[in-house]
């Protein structure tokens, strides 16, 4: 995960969407309590997002390089809008319902103690996603490269063996009903 040793400039309870940010470049900043509507153009890099709120936050064209959030609420967010050049994200103790990553790579990532209700990972990349302790209810896995993932420290997810990408990855053996759903088959 990316750790700010130092931080170049720390941003403490602004809110964003009443104050509009004065630049386009944020390198080794931290934004603690922040609140965010709109990051579209601007550029994140090694940057630290600590309890902040970007629920339905707009990410059009954004760069998100070694960014780390930390028990923020991003409800919504459509990461597929950002850009995919050095995209690199890590997630913990945040909320992501009905967040989007479709089509996107993320396999530099990690998510830890989230709840991830319905997030979207159609197309996705997660070949080296680390998850730990992920609640995945309803998420959408649809053409979603897995491979070599360990999965066994997530929950409440549904995965089709057959219309995703799954080689090497890791699933606990209590989780098989998961995986054969579809067949409706009993499993004792």
């Known amino acids: 995960m990316s750790k700010l040793v130092k931080p170049s400039e720390t941003f403490n309870s602004i809110n964003f969407s009443v104050q509009k940010q004065e630049r386009e470049d944020y390198e080794k ?60 994200v890590y997630f913990q103790k945040c909320l992501l319902d009905y967040a989007s990553f479709d089509s996107k790579k993320l396999n530099k990532s990690e998510f830890s103690y989230c709840k991830m209700h319905e997030v979207n990972f ?3 990349d997660l070949s080296k996603t680390i998850f ?17 993932v360990d999965l066994t420290g997530i929950k409440n997810f549904s995965i089709d063996p057959e219309t995703n990408i799954l080689k090497k990855a890791k699933f606990s053996s209590h989780d098989l009903e998961r995986l054969l759903y579809k067949y409706d088959i009993i499993i004792e």
């Open 29 to 88: 900043c931290e934004f603690i309590n922040c609140v965010f509507t709109d990051i579209s153009n601007l550029n994140f890099i090694n940057c630290s997002f600590k309890n902040c709120n970007l629920s339905n936050c707009g990410i059009n064209n954004a760069k998100l390089q070694g960014v780390e959030f930390i028990d923020c609420k991003l409800l919504g967010i459509n990461f597929f809008q950002a850009k995919d050049f050095a995209f690199e």
């Open 122 to 124: 159609t197309q996705a």
């Open 132 to 148: 730990v302790e992920c609640d995945l209810y309803e998420a959408i896995f649809s053409r979603t490269n897995l491979s070599g």
